[in-house]
Each structure stands twice: as structure tokens, then as C-alpha cells.
């Protein structure tokens, strides 16, 4: 994506964002758009560390449910306004991010994978059996709805514009990040550790930088899910969630913003468009997963390309 | 006294199946540097299978448990020629997410089969259980341990004494150069993936009896059975058998004297514990390999 036009595709997406707000007035719809919202924020930080710092992580729900737990305790237990409960939800998730990526992140490959599947397992775990302070397998009920001053973001129309905001300014944000000198630190961690150890680079410091960065947006997606809900359990936050989230980057392909947005897209529509099959949803929902990466590793966006200059390949030669 | 004994007792059997599965994880991870998600839904195969055949088709104990393990090692040998090799660049994320994608699948065609209920089976002998100073040890432990200790010999003698099964090592130590002195890789894959799926099988087809068997049984025991593969360090076969039993025995003590809500948490803080301190595992050799 060419930098010049960057300013056109921005100011393109916010015209949408109030094109589709203005125009869609079913519940339904615009409940389904926030979600796509959410998971599209959550794409994007594991973005940042696996599609960019090439670093896989296999439990970054445990820092969504941090996100919601820090602010549904916060806001229901203690009655604390949502508002200030906010920086509590994305700090804590970005100190524990902190604390448990400066031994995990010295690993790498299926090793790295590990280490995160057993970090957020052990989140999940704590989220279902502290029940005096998370109300255990059943959750927290009662979360108020998020309010700035006078604001409050109680429809579900204010909610889509809310959430859209962020999801453009988050996307507005990793890409400064990554046009900066250090988002080509991060590349060239992704292409090969020790030779960007080699020419200067603070690899492990900034791989830490990047896995707190990721776990404070991710954070940022929980405590924007945990306001819209208003009912949070552990069930949103396990093992399944994390992998969900991995397979949103990957199939709408890594190391591409765009690509985030899409695969989010897809996963939050494809479990919708396959209550059609009711019983058989799991099955075709494994099938399309494994076929997808079957036939298009690099995922759909960059998949089509592919399968078509093959084509073209082939049809030359003839 | 007694208690601890008792605790070490559902330790060990608990330990045995982790150990079996662990086996499984370990034994494909060797042959195709491969991690299968999907593995602990073929443990779920291999106990509905059992719980069909004989509570179902009325089959007795001993062909139904061989036919269970034939059946759901055709399906892995199945699962490999579909879903792994057609993969063109086998990147280990996509590998993660086909394999779990497979999970998924298995998991639906699960309950499309058997359903939400759970189901359970009477133990393969119906002896009462056994009396060891004040501690009681169910037959089907028994049972677990015999299988075991069973499989880890014929898995030995497999690996050590036959053609195929150093066909297989030579593969894990070094593909290009197995391949240059003739061995068959892409046979030796598929063998690898029935091997594992008909492990997975042994550890459902035997603890069938001792828990009730759901579509759902899967995930939770194939990712305890990565753990207990991981603590006894991936691809070595005597430590699957030691992690996998280490972790039993120390889920049972934690259960026992710390907290029995925690204890799908051992396993994870076992794991977490092992990758910083040695990763890997306490019987692994190999370097730490990145992508």
C-alpha cells in the first residue's frame, strides 16, 4: 500500500464507518459489525507480533479476559465509573504481558507457542476457579454500560461508532508504528533473529515492547466487550479463543493491516452464515479452516493472488 | 500414609493414560517435526469407538479394543494423506491451524455420531478393587499399567530391532539423508501419523471404563498429554513415559493437598516451569529448535 494514498484510504474508511452507521438500523446487523469491530482490534495486536515480529502466540485471549475481568470487577464490585476503570484494564494487562513475556519471549518457534497455550490456559484457569473475585464458571453479571461524562454508549448504534473509532485509530496507530524505524526493527526480527541482533537491533527488548503493546490492545478489545455485553464468563476467554484469534490473522494473511480486518470479518460472519447447518457447523467450520490453509497458506487475500498467477503460469504454457 | 498412597495410586493411572498420549505427541513430533492439535480428539475416537463396539455392537472386550485402535489409526494414516501432505510450504502456524481445524472437525463429527450424552463402559474385568495397605487400586488401573508398560517394551523393540523402526529414527535424526539411502519419507510420514492416532486410541479404548466419554474429552487430554510430552522432553520416548507419569502423579498430589479446582492448572505450570528452566524436557537432548 503506497504511503501517499494512506490519508485517502483512511479518510475512505471513516467515510464507511459513517455511511454504514447512518444507513443500518437493524439491531442484528450492527450488533454483528461491533463484533466484527472487536475481533478486528484483536487481530491486529497479534498482528503486531506474529504477522510483524514473526512471534506466535497461542493465548493471547488470556489478555482479552484480563481486559474484561480488570474492568467488569472494577466497574460491579467496587462500582468504580467505566471511564477510569479503563487504564486499570489495559495496565494490568500490559504489566502481566510484561512480567510473563520477559521469560517467554527468549523461546522461540513451537516452544514460543507453548509457552503462551500455557499461559493463557493457567489465566482461564484462574478466570473459572477464583470465583470469590471472577464469580467463577458462571461470570459477572450486571457490567454498566460505558459512559464518558454525559455520553452513554448504551445502543448499539453509539456503540458501532464507538467501537469503529478505535478500531480506526488502532489501525491508524500500528501503522505508524510499523512505517517507523521500529516496525523495520521488527521485520527484521521476523526475517531472521540473530542477523537483526547483528546489525544493532535490541531483539529481546523490543520483542517485549511489541508483546505489551499487543496485550494492551487486546485488553483494550475485552474492556470494550465487557461494556457491550454486560456478561462476562471464562467460556469467551479458553483455549478456543486464542486459537480464534490466530486463525483471524493467518487467514486473512500476516503482516497485513488489511488483512486483519479481513480475517476478522470472515470468522465473525462464517459462524453466522453456518447456522444454516445447524448440527453440521462444527464440521464444515474444521473443513473450511483446514481447506483454506490447505490450498492458500498465505492466507485468502494473498491466497487469490497466488492460485491466479499459477493459473496464469500454467495457461502460458500451453 | 495411607492417603498418599491412595492419591499416587489415581496419580499413577491418570499418569499412564497422559503418558500414552504424551507417547503419541512424542513418537510424530520425532518422525515429522509436527505438533498434532488434533491428537486428543483421536483419543475421543478411540473411547467412543470402544464404547460402541461393545456396549453398542456387543463385540467382545479384547477384538473390539484391537478393532477400535485399527479404525482410528486408519483415520489418522487418513488425516495425513488429506489434510498434511498436500500442504506445499509446511510452515509450523499453518500446520497448527490445519491441525486444529481437523480438531474441530472430529470434534462435530463426534457429536453428529454419538452425540452431547456421555457414555461409559463396565471395566474390562470386573474384579473388585485392590486392597494395598488401606489404599484401594481399581482393576482397570491395573489394566492401564499392564498396557502400558506393554506398549513402551513393543515401542522399544520396535525402534531398536526392526528395519522399519530405524527407518523411522533415521528419518527424525536427518530427512535429507534418510532419503539419499533409500528410505521411503513419505511412507515413513504416514506410518508416523497411524503410530501416533493408534496410540491415542490405546489411551481412549483404555480409560473408557474409569471416566464417562464425551465428543468433548478430547482437548483438555490431548493438551495434558503435550504437557507431560514436553516435561519428559519431545520426540524421546522414555520421557513421554516419565513426563506423562510425573505429571499424573503430580496432579494427583495437588488435587489431594493443595486444591482440587486448580488441577487442569499443574499440568500448564509444569509446563510454563520446564520451558524456562529446560526446554528440552528432563530426558531431551536436543537443542531448542526455532522455526
Same mark, same amino acid.
Given at each position: 500500500m503506497n504511503d501517499k494514498y494512506l490519508p485517502a484510504i483512511y479518510t475512505a474508511f471513516a467515510l464507511g464507518i459513517a455511511f454504514l452507521g447512518w444507513r443500518i438500523d437493524n439491531a442484528y446487523y450492527l450488533q454483528l459489525l461491533i463484533f466484527i469491530g472487536l475481533n478486528t482490534l484483536l487481530a491486529l495486536s497479534l498482528n503486531m507480533l506474529?504477522?510483524?515480529?514473526?512471534?506466535?502466540?497461542?493465548?493471547?485471549?488470556?489478555?482479552?479476559?484480563?481486559g474484561a475481568y480488570v474492568t467488569a470487577i472494577l466497574t460491579t464490585t467496587y462500582q468504580i465509573p467505566p471511564v477510569l476503570a479503563l487504564p486499570a484494564a489495559v495496565g494490568a494487562a500490559m504489566v502481566i504481558a510484561w512480567i510473563v513475556g520477559m521469560p517467554t519471549l527468549r523461546l522461540s518457534g513451537?516452544?514460543?507457542?507453548?509457552?503462551?497455550?500455557?499461559f493463557g490456559m493457567i489465566v482461564h484457569i484462574v478466570l473459572r476457579e477464583w470465583s470469590s473475585v471472577t464469580g467463577g464458571a458462571s461470570g459477572l453479571v450486571g457490567i454498566p454500560p460505558l459512559s464518558v461524562g454525559p455520553v452513554e454508549f448504551a445502543s448499539n448504534k453509539s456503540y458501532f461508532f464507538l467501537v469503529w473509532a478505535v478500531v480506526l485509530a488502532v489501525i491508524i496507530f500500528c501503522r505508524r508504528i510499523i512505517d517507523s524505524r521500529v516496525g523495520r526493527a521488527l521485520?527484521?526480527?521476523?526475517?531472521?533473529?540473530?542477523?537483526?541482533?547483528?546489525?544493532?537491533?535490541?531483539?529481546r527488548?523490543?520483542?517485549?515492547?511489541?508483546?505489551?503493546l499487543s496485550a494492551g490492545i487486546a485488553a483494550l478489545a475485552g474492556f470494550l466487550y465487557a461494556h457491550l455485553v454486560f456478561f462476562i464468563s471464562p467460556g469467551s476467554f479458553g483455549f478456543m479463543a486464542s486459537i480464534k484469534i490466530v486463525t483471524m490473522v493467518v487467514i486473512g494473511g500476516m503482516a497485513s493491516i488489511w488483512g486483519a480486518l479481513f480475517g476478522a470479518s470472515l470468522l465473525t460472519l462464517l459462524p453466522e452464515w453456518l447456522h444454516a447447518f445447524s448440527e453440521f457447523e462444527m464440521v464444515v467450520y474444521g473443513l473450511v479452516l483446514m481447506v483454506v490453509m490447505i490450498f492458500m497458506p498465505r492466507g485468502l487475500t494473498r491466497g487469490v493472488v497466488d492460485i491466479y498467477e499459477r493459473y496464469r503460469k500454467t495457461h502460458d504454457r500451453q | 500414609m495411607q492417603e498418599l498412597l491412595q492419591y499416587l495410586f489415581s496419580g499413577m493411572t491418570n499418569g499412564a493414560v497422559y503418558a500414552v498420549i504424551a507417547l503419541g505427541f512424542s513418537m510424530l513430533y520425532n518422525s515429522t517435526d509436527l505438533i498434532n492439535f488434533a491428537h486428543g480428539e483421536f483419543v475421543m475416537l478411540g473411547a467412543l469407538c470402544m464404547v460402541s463396539l461393545t456396549a453398542g455392537a456387543g463385540i467382545a472386550l479384547v477384538p473390539a479394543f484391537f478393532v477400535t485402535v485399527a479404525v482410528v489409526a486408519a483415520a489418522g494414516m487418513l488425516f495425513e494423506r488429506l489434510a498434511i501432505r498436500p500442504v506445499r510450504n509446511p510452515q509450523p502456524v499453518v500446520l497448527i491451524i490445519i491441525t486444529v481445524g481437523a480438531s474441530i472437525f472430529l470434534r462435530g463429527t463426534g457429536m453428529l455420531i454419538w452425540g452431547k450424552d456421555a457414555h461409559s463402559i463396565p471395566p474390562f474385568l470386573d474384579i473388585a478393587p485392590i486392597d494395598i495397605a488401606g489404599a484401594r487400586l481399581l482393576a482397570q488401573s491395573v489394566w492401564i499399567l499392564v498396557i502400558v508398560t506393554a506398549l513402551t517394551a513393543g515401542l522399544h523393540l520396535f525402534y531398536k530391532k526392526t528395519l522399519t523402526g530405524k527407518a523411522m529414527t533415521a528419518c527424525a535424526v536427518n530427512k535429507k539423508g534418510a532419503w539419499i539411502v533409500g528410505i521411503p519419507f513419505k511412507w515413513m510420514v504416514l506410518l508416523a501419523f497411524g503410530l501416533s492416532t493408534g496410540l491415542g486410541a490405546v489411551a481412549g479404548a483404555s480409560i473408557a471404563p474409569i471416566t464417562m466419554?464425551?465428543?468433548?474429552?478430547?482437548?483438555? /487430554? @490431548? /493438551?495434558? @498429554?503435550?504437557?507431560?510430552a514436553m516435561l519428559g522432553g519431545l520426540g524421546s520416548l522414555w520421557g513421554a513415559i516419565l513426563g506423562g507419569f510425573l505429571l499424573g502423579i503430580l496432579e494427583a498430589m495437588g488435587v489431594g493437598f493443595v486444591s482440587s479446582g486448580f488441577k487442569d492448572a499443574t499440568a500448564f505450570l509444569l509446563l /510454563?516451569?520446564?520451558?524456562?528452566?529446560?526446554?528440552? @524436557?528432563?530426558?531431551g537432548t536436543a537443542e531448542v529448535k526455532r522455526f
Open positions: 506474529m504477522g510483524y515480529a514473526g512471534q506466535i502466540s497461542l493465548g493471547h485471549a488470556a489478555f482479552y479476559g484480563i513451537y516452544y514460543l507457542g507453548m509457552g503462551t497455550l500455557g521485520c527484521a526480527i521476523h526475517d531472521g533473529e540473530k542477523a537483526a541482533a547483528a546489525v544493532g537491533v535490541n531483539t527488548r523490543l520483542k517485549l515492547q511489541v508483546f505489551v | 466419554s464425551s465428543y468433548d474429552m478430547g482437548t483438555i /487430554l @490431548g /493438551l495434558k @498429554g503435550f504437557c507431560g /510454563l516451569l520446564v520451558l524456562y528452566v529446560r526446554p528440552q @524436557g528432563i530426558l
